[in-house]
């Protein structure tokens, strides 16, 4: 099994970045091999545009998409998106690993998604969507930490929504629309709020969550 993991959070000592590492720690303990993806180490530049290639289509007016399209059947993506490519196709597993920001994955994510999940690469051509999407035999899930306790994600808390509600356009919009078998979310909840013991515990329930969800696949081998 391969497994990736999109990291956004700055901080390596943060909470995110403990499950991030509590994940990798898991699947390499079970034999599967795992690729961190830590965006802001890598400095990922969240703005696609004409640097995303190694040359330009000979249309007359410039279409990121489209763009995107020609780079992918004329293998002229650049570097670095190139090498992002051939690390999610080579996945069995993805984790989106981040903390909820504005309802939201933070900007450098979504700006991993924009680039990499190209028009041409993970969907449009050759590709479907959804169930027959690009993806599709494969897994993916987010694990997020909240600012807010888990008391405020429901129709009548202080956000007047639910999580699940708040994560439809990741879910459905992003990973299962080029085929992703979306598998539940790890959320942690306040982990700002709470005590370093409580914090462990969350750990443990993660390494629980992973079991539940993949210790069967490495139960067969």
Same mark, same amino acid.
Do not use: C
């Given at each position: 099994?391969?497994?990736?993991?999109?990291?956004?959070?700055?901080?390596?000592?943060?909470?995110?970045?403990?499950?991030?590492?509590?994940?990798?720690?898991?699947?390499?303990?079970?034999?599967?091999? =795992?690729? =961190?993806?830590?965006?802001?180490?890598?400095?990922?530049?969240? =703005?696609?545009?004409?640097?995303?290639?190694?040359?330009?289509?000979?249309?007359?007016?410039?279409?990121?998409?489209?763009?995107?399209?020609?780079?992918?059947?004329?293998?002229?993506?650049?570097?670095?998106?190139?090498?992002?490519?051939?690390?999610?196709?080579?996945?069995?597993?993805?984790?989106?690993?981040?903390?909820?920001?504005?309802?939201?994955?933070?900007?450098?994510?979504?700006?991993?998604?924009?680039?990499?999940?190209?028009?041409?690469?993970?969907?449009?051509?050759?590709?479907?969507?959804?169930?027959?999407?690009?993806?599709?035999?494969?897994?993916?899930?987010?694990?997020?930490?909240?600012?807010?306790?888990?008391?405020?994600?429901?129709?009548?808390?202080?956000?007047?929504?639910?999580?699940?509600?708040?994560?439809?356009?990741?879910?459905?919009?992003?990973?299962?629309?080029?085929?992703?078998?979306?598998?539940?979310?790890?959320?942690?909840?306040?982990?700002?709020?709470?005590?370093?013991?409580?914090?462990?515990?969350?750990?443990?329930?993660?390494?629980?969550?992973?079991?539940?969800?993949?210790?069967?696949?490495?139960?067969?081998?």
């Amino acid at each position: 099994m391969n497994v990736l993991i999109i990291h956004a959070h700055e901080n390596p000592d943060s909470f995110s970045s403990a499950l991030a590492e509590t994940a990798k720690t898991y699947f390499e303990g079970n034999g599967a091999a =795992v690729t =961190v993806s830590d965006l802001y180490h890598q400095q990922f530049n969240a =703005v696609g545009g004409k640097h995303d290639f190694k040359k330009l289509s000979t249309t007359d007016y410039y279409k990121y998409a489209l763009e995107q399209f020609h780079a992918y059947n004329e293998d002229s993506f650049a570097p670095d998106l190139k090498a992002a490519m051939d690390a999610l196709e080579k996945a069995d597993v993805l984790i989106f690993n981040f903390p909820l920001w504005w309802f939201d994955m933070p900007a450098i994510l979504k700006g991993w998604v924009d680039r990499v999940l190209a028009y041409g690469f993970a969907y449009g051509g050759k590709y479907g969507l959804y169930k027959e999407g690009r993806f599709k035999g494969k897994r993916a899930f987010l694990s997020i930490t909240t600012g807010s306790p888990e008391s405020f994600y429901s129709l009548k808390g202080m956000h007047q929504r639910t999580l699940p509600d708040i994560l439809r356009n990741i879910h459905e919009g992003i990973l299962g629309l080029v085929g992703f078998d979306v598998q539940s979310p790890f959320v942690a909840y306040a982990v700002s709020r709470i005590t370093s013991n409580e914090r462990q515990e969350i750990l443990k329930k993660y390494n629980g969550y992973l079991q539940q969800h993949f210790g069967e696949n490495f139960e067969q081998n």
